[in-house]
């Protein structure tokens, strides 16, 4: 098997799955319509899950390959990634808190300046988050 036929059966998976939805975005019908949609993606989804168990299509990795791969995969490259995905994931938490608590704190201040001990709290708890974040690939690299 060449490289142009490993391509094109995930590329089919793919597009019998997305094939329902993108017709249903293009009618922009009623929500009854988008249900069914995605009822009748999700069975696609596990119609070709089932083919691809009852019809292995075998021979494109053999033993050689495995062992090639285990041996260029590290537990420090792991590790690099995990403390990146534990910074960059924190920091998207603490920009989605801080985007939707400071302009209401802002505004509490505006009515009642009494009340900026409270709102302070809040917009200091969302950027808590990034704080964690950071310390967890902190602990992460260190173990590394």
Do not use: D, H, Q
């Not at 390959?65 to 960059?88: C, D, F, K, P, R």
């Amino acid at each position: 098997m060449n490289i142009l036929e490993l391509m094109l059966i995930p590329l089919f998976a793919v597009a019998m799955l997305i094939l329902r939805v993108i017709y249903v975005l293009r009618k922009k019908k009623k929500n009854n319509m988008a249900k069914k949609a995605f009822i009748v993606n999700l069975c696609s989804f596990f119609a070709v899950l089932a083919l691809a168990i009852i019809l292995p299509v075998g021979g494109f990795v053999s033993a050689e390959a495995v062992e090639t791969v285990g041996s260029a995969v590290s537990n420090a490259g792991l590790g690099y990634i995990a403390a990146a995905l534990s910074v960059g994931l924190g920091s998207i938490g603490c920009g989605i808190a801080v985007g939707s608590a400071a302009p209401a704190a802002i505004g509490a201040v505006a009515e009642e300046p009494k009340s900026f001990s409270k709102a302070l709290i809040f917009v200091a708890l969302g950027e808590g988050v990034a704080l964690y974040g950071f310390l967890i690939s902190f602990m992460i690299l260190n173990a590394l």
